[in-house]
């Protein structure tokens, strides 16, 4: 059984950061895709951005490119999410996902087999 714990959430001010951490019950190098996707209130769960297994690619939603940085340590099995510039926008509760396989489409959350819990992030103007 995979399972996926986020932590790293809280509340912050327009402009600071947060880093988010997504730990691993199992090896991450055996997941070949780790992704985050957030779910504001009264919205659908939107793709934010992910990372695959060595040779990295990373990709990101428009809407956090420049600002958001993902990146994983498969010692740790652990994946992160550095966010900066943070924007009441990104107020929302930030899922960490997991697949076995190379996603066809990386923003498509069923490509992702493993979830976990969530973690909020808010954002105060």
């Known amino acids: 059984q995979v399972q996926l714990v986020e932590s790293g959430g809280g509340l912050v001010q327009a402009g600071g950061s947060l880093r988010l951490s997504c730990a691993a019950s199992v090896r991450t190098n055996t997941m070949y895709a780790m992704g985050w996707f957030r779910q504001a209130p009264g919205k659908e769960r939107e793709f934010v951005a992910a990372?695959?297994?060595?040779?990295?690619?990373?990709y990101y939603a428009d809407s956090v490119k420049g600002r958001f940085t993902i990146s994983r340590d498969n010692a740790k099995n652990t994946a992160y999410l550095q966010m900066n510039s943070l924007r009441p926008e990104d107020t929302a509760v930030y899922y960490c996902?997991?697949?076995?396989?190379?996603?066809?489409?990386?923003?498509?959350?069923?490509?992702?087999?493993?979830w976990g819990q969530g973690t909020q992030v808010t954002v105060s103007s």
């Open positions: 990372i695959s297994r060595i040779p990295i690619s990373k």
């Open positions: 996902a997991a697949a076995k396989g190379p996603p066809i489409n990386w923003s498509r959350q069923n490509e992702y087999e493993y």
